[in-house]
Nanobody, 125 residues
């Protein structure tokens, strides 16, 4: 089992920045990938970014490329999401996820085993 705890959400004006953190505990050695997803009210949970836990390669949704950066600190078992140039349409609950599955792509929520409780990000006009 892997436990995930997110932090860092909040309210920010458009154009501002936030950094989300996700601390993992438990069987972290089984993690192959960590990702961030987001879900706005009345919408599906969408992929935002992912990082291979050991290789460090990253993947981004087109909507956040150039604005968001995912990174990890293996020693702290923590993944980060630096969000810059935030837009009102970025408003959502952001979820951290961990995957122990061997898959080629990592943009589907079905490819992740463990989830955090979510943290609210609100971007005002």
């Amino acid at each position: 089992q892997v436990q995930l705890v997110e932090s860092g959400g909040g309210l920010v004006q458009a154009g501002g920045s936030l950094r989300l953190s996700c601390a993992a505990s438990g069987r972290t050695s089984s993690m192959l990938r960590m990702g961030w997803f987001r879900q706005a009210p009345g919408k599906e949970r969408d992929f935002v970014a992912a990082i291979r836990w050991y290789a460090g390669s990253t993947y981004y949704a087109d909507s956040v490329k150039g604005r968001f950066t995912i990174s990890r600190d293996n020693a702290k078992n923590t993944v980060y999401l630096q969000m810059n140039s935030l837009k009102p349409e970025d408003t959502a609950v952001y979820y951290c996820a961990a995957s122990t599955m061997i898959t080629v792509v990592a943009v589907s929520a079905d490819e992740y085993d463990y989830w955090g409780q979510g943290t609210q990000v609100t971007v005002s006009f």
